[in-house]
């Protein structure tokens, strides 16, 4: 089992950034690939940024790819997405996912995949 807490969420003016983090416990950290993802009203739920284990592999969705920046620190238990040059179209509820693998170097980016997920974050940008 691990429990997963988001904040770092808010209201911001396109063009502006917000850091997300998320904090585990639980498990050992470090078993775990993570991901987070966003959700909004009548949409399902969207990849948004992954990270292996060892956080030496990240994958980005396209639209956030150089604008957001994803990363892990095993030490805390922690991890994070920067979000820069946020447009109003990055409005959502944020979440963060685990999922424990064998494989250091394996990103997911299916919410299938994940087995454990943080309540989310909500971030809303302002035109």
């Known amino acids: 089992q691990v429990q997963l807490v988001e904040s770092g969420g808010g209201l911001v003016q396109a063009g502006g950034f917000l850091r997300l983090s998320c904090a585990a416990s639980g498990r050992a950290f470090s078993v775990f690939a993570m991901g987070w993802f966003r959700r909004t009203p009548g949409k399902d739920r969207e990849f948004v940024a992954g990270?292996?284990?060892?956080?030496?592999?990240?994958s980005y969705a396209d639209s956030v790819k150089g604008r957001f920046i994803i990363s892990r620190d095993n030490a805390k238990n922690a991890v994070y997405l920067q979000l820069n040059d946020l447009k109003p179209e990055d409005t959502a509820v944020y979440s963060c996912?685990?999922?424990?693998?064998?494989?250091?170097?394996?990103?997911?980016?299916?919410?299938?995949?994940?087995?454990?997920w943080g309540p989310g974050t909500q971030v809303t940008v302002s035109s």
């Open positions: 996912a685990a999922k424990s693998t064998l494989f250091s170097a394996d990103i997911y980016v299916s919410p299938v995949e994940y087995t454990y």
């Open positions: 990270v292996s284990r060892s956080g030496g592999r990240t």
